[in-house]
């Protein structure tokens, strides 16, 4: 799969993550593969924009990276902020190209691309709680 296609895939989860409930994995699906790019050198850290949402109302920065034709956001770590310029704030200056595909081609592809350990799921424990007998205050649930 080329660079294009990752990119692309990347914007079409990340557009689909913001609307998406807080205990969906997208946002981990692009952090995981933007983070591959950079290490392979595939994708560069452009500099650092004041976020438009900061958390708790403190200001905080996040990394403008580019992938391809496209810019990303994602949050910065000290290094980042030690090193890269301040860029400011946001702006429409740039716009990402409006991109159709489905979110199961996307995530496939990004998927596809970082291997299935992708997210940090805990397995669920089977209890079986069929032969403990509840010996507490309760008479309801004593007798």
């Given at each position: 799969m080329s660079l294009e296609d990752i990119a692309v895939a990347i914007y079409i989860v990340n557009k689909?993550?913001?609307?998406?409930?807080?205990?969906?994995?997208?946002?981990?699906?692009?952090?995981?593969?933007?983070?591959?790019?950079?290490?392979?050198?595939?994708a560069q850290k452009v500099g650092l924009h004041f976020s438009?949402?900061?958390?708790?109302?403190?200001?905080?920065?996040?990394?403008?990276?580019?992938?391809?034709?496209?810019?990303?956001?994602i949050p910065s770590n000290k290094l980042d902020r030690n090193t890269l310029p301040v860029l400011g704030e946001r702006n429409d200056l740039f716009r990402n190209p409006k991109i159709h595909m489905s979110l199961k081609k996307a995530k496939s592809i990004l998927i596809s691309y970082i291997g299935k350990d992708y997210t940090n799921k805990k397995k669920r424990k089977h209890h079986d709680n069929s032969g403990i007998n509840y010996k507490g205050l309760s008479t309801f649930l004593n007798s």
């Open positions: 689909h993550a913001k609307v998406a409930a807080k205990t969906s994995d997208l946002y981990s699906i692009k952090q995981k593969t933007i983070k591959r790019l950079l290490h392979e050198g595939k438009t949402n900061p958390r708790l109302s403190q200001q905080h920065l996040d990394v403008l990276v580019k992938v391809g034709h496209f810019m990303f956001h």
